[in-house]
């Protein structure tokens, strides 16, 4: 419910109190052994105010997964920033750094929750890019690329080499993949053709 274009305090405050209730059963039970029930009782709502804000528990992981983002990887890379090799380095070892922290979470029986996370994670990255990339007229793009290729590329890279960084050997440090890949990165990137945007 809004009231005046700004949205209910009341409808907010449930809202936070079903996301906190989700997070702390996340964290004692898994994904997989979570019910709606344990997050309306835990939030010392019911079901159907539960239903009110989301549709279901993926509804609510989906969510939570977004405003996750925002908190550990925007708070660090805000989208007021410009794109460049330090900013993009910086989002690629947070990004790293906050999926090794999600992996940690992660139970065996979660392994389901995959595809909302490859689908969830690259259009957050996508936003913040897109974001970045008005901030920063200088670059440019060869003129037989599109911006929504160069965007769906640079957020699948990162999100795809963060993810198996988070799950792998890690024979890297965070900073030297991500100092590689921003140099990948950048290759493509090319000053004397027309601009992005």
Same mark, same amino acid.
């Given at each position: ?7 209910? &305090?009341?409808?907010?405050?449930? =809202?936070?109190?079903?996301?906190? *209730? ?16 344990? @997050?309306? #009782? =835990? !939030?010392?709502?019911?079901? $159907? ?11 609510? %992981? #989906? ?9 550990? $990887? ?14 993009? #380095? /910086?989002?690629? $070892? ?6 090794? =922290?999600?992996?940690? %979470?992660?139970? +065996? ?12 994670? +690259? ?13 920063? +007229?200088?670059?440019?793009? &060869?003129?037989?690329? /599109? +911006?929504? $290729? ?7 890279? @990162? ?13 890297? /440090?965070? #900073?030297?993949? !991500? =100092?590689?890949? /921003?140099?990948?990165?950048? *290759?493509?990137?090319? *000053? ?6």
């Amino acid at each position: 419910m809004k009231t005046n274009g700004k949205e209910d &305090p009341r409808v907010r405050r449930t =809202r936070e109190l079903l996301l906190q *209730a989700f997070t702390d059963i996340l964290m004692d039970k898994g994904f997989h052994h979570l019910t709606i029930q344990d @997050i309306a #009782e =835990r !939030a010392g709502v019911n079901r $159907v105010t539960f239903y009110g804000h989301f549709s279901d528990k993926y509804a609510i %992981l #989906e969510y939570w997964l977004r405003e996750q983002f925002q908190q550990q $990887v925007v708070s660090q890379c805000p989208v007021t920033e410009n794109l460049s090799m330090n900013n993009l #380095e /910086t989002l690629i $070892v947070t990004m790293m750094r906050w999926f090794a =922290r999600l992996h940690n %979470l992660a139970r +065996p029986d979660d392994q389901q929750l995959l595809p909302l996370l490859f689908t969830t994670m +690259p259009q957050e990255l996508s936003r913040l890019l897109t974001s970045w990339f008005k901030h920063a +007229p200088g670059i440019e793009l &060869p003129s037989h690329l /599109t +911006p929504e $290729v160069v965007l769906m590329a640079m957020s699948w890279t @990162i999100f795809g080499t963060s993810f198996e960084w988070s799950d792998g050997l890690r024979t890297l /440090t965070p #900073e030297q993949q !991500a =100092r590689q890949v /921003t140099t990948l990165l950048f *290759a493509g990137l090319d *000053a004397n053709h027309p601009k992005i945007g």
